[in-house]
């Protein structure tokens, strides 16, 4: 993958050489939960950075919440959502 400032999850997924099973088992995640991640749905931040690392040593450039568009971070107590590339 080429090296840019900003990747969406979309996108990571689109490309993916590997199953969403083979990348959950490697994430060490549920594939339901990679599938809900790749499909939009909210997802708390440790399982999103397993995730992002498992897409890091796949594509060979380092992926954070910081350089990932489209993912939904679950935060707080009661699970308010932050989505990653919007404005603060």
Known sequence: MP???EYTIEELFK????SV???AR???ISEVT????RDGKTARIH???K???????LYGVELTIDNV??????VGRYGEEKTTGEAA
């Open 51 to 57: 995730l992002l690392a498992t897409f890091s040593e």
């Open 26 to 28: 490697r994430s060490k």
């Open 3 to 5: 090296e840019k400032p």
């Open 47 to 49: 399982t999103i950075n």
């Open 69 to 74: 568009k489209g993912l939904h971070v679950l």
């Open 15 to 18: 490309r993916l050489p590997i």
């Open 21 to 23: 099973s083979e990348l």
């Open 34 to 37: 990679a599938a809900g991640i």
